[in-house]
T-cell receptor, first 114, second 113 residues
Framework: DQQVKQNSPSLSVQEGRISILNCDYTNSMFDYFLWYKKYPAEGPTFLISISSIKDKNEDGRFTVFLNKSAKHLSLHIVPSQPGDSAVYFCAASAKGFGNEKLTFGTGTRLTIIP | GAGVSQTPSNKVTEKGKYVELRCDPISGHTALYWYRQSLGQGPEFLIYFQGTGAADDSGLPNDRFFAVRPEGSVSTLKIQRTERGDSAVYLC???????????FGQGTRLTVV
């Protein structure tokens, strides 16, 4: 069963606008969530994370929102830039602020249109 | 090296053969993780090491898969009697500890024919 779901396989956004990537999870034991960005032929790169004790975390152009009651998180990128074009993975951990045993979603391919 | 290095970058093997995939973590990183990414899927956890010991190997799919990290640095993922379903990109990551950022290598693309 897919415990972390990214229901949009792809998303296209105009440069300068906001990109919103969504992620849903089913396991209520998850307490730490991460977003990774992946370019072709490279490994995933950590982007931003959020603990379940928060509902928002911000880092520059990137903000992650967590709605625990809905088991939903989203990544906002504003303003979107061409270099943001990549595949974005949502990941979750049931082990606190830990990287061990992350459960990943299937990814969303973001394309920024110049 | 500056980042996590995985060798080979590509490996084609025949069904039934044995393969070894190598991961050189970032110097000083005590935690090391192996993931597998099949086509159209996200990375799937296989095993993680804290130092030389496997702290959690619950993601290894069956006993054909084995991983070692004898000196707490380089790790080798070993797959016996490969099957076509083992075809995937095998990703390795490392971090100073489990609670610090993990850095991924570029992966080894394994194709079993």
């Amino acid at each position: 069963d897919q415990q972390v779901k990214q229901n949009s396989p792809s998303l296209s956004v105009q440069e300068g606008r906001i990109s919103i990537l969504n992620c849903d999870y089913t396991n209520s034991m998850f307490d730490y969530f991460l977003w990774y960005k992946k370019y072709p032929a490279e490994g995933p790169t950590f982007l931003i994370s959020i603990s379940s004790i928060k509902d928002k975390n911000e880092d520059g152009r990137f903000t992650v929102f967590l709605n625990k009651s809905a088991k939903h998180l989203s990544l906002h990128i504003v303003p979107s830039q061409p270099g943001d074009s990549a595949v974005y993975f949502c990941a979750a951990s049931a082990k606190g602020f830990g990287n061990e045993k992350l459960t990943f979603g299937t990814g969303t391919r973001l394309t920024i249109i110049p | 090296g500056a980042g996590v290095s995985q060798t080979p970058s590509n490996k084609v093997t025949e069904k039934g053969k044995y393969v070894e995939l190598r991961c050189d973590p970032i110097s000083g990183h005590t935690a090391l993780y192996w993931y597998r990414q099949s086509l159209g899927q996200g990375p799937e956890f296989l095993i993680y090491f804290q130092g030389t010991g496997a702290a959690d190997d619950s993601g290894l799919p069956n006993d054909r898969f084995f991983a070692v990290r004898p000196e707490g640095s380089v790790s080798t993922l070993k797959i016996q009697r490969t099957e076509r379903g083992d075809s995937a990109v095998y990703l390795c990551a490392s971090s100073f500890g489990v609670n610090t950022e993990a850095f991924f290598g570029q992966g080894t693309r394994l194709t079993v024919v």
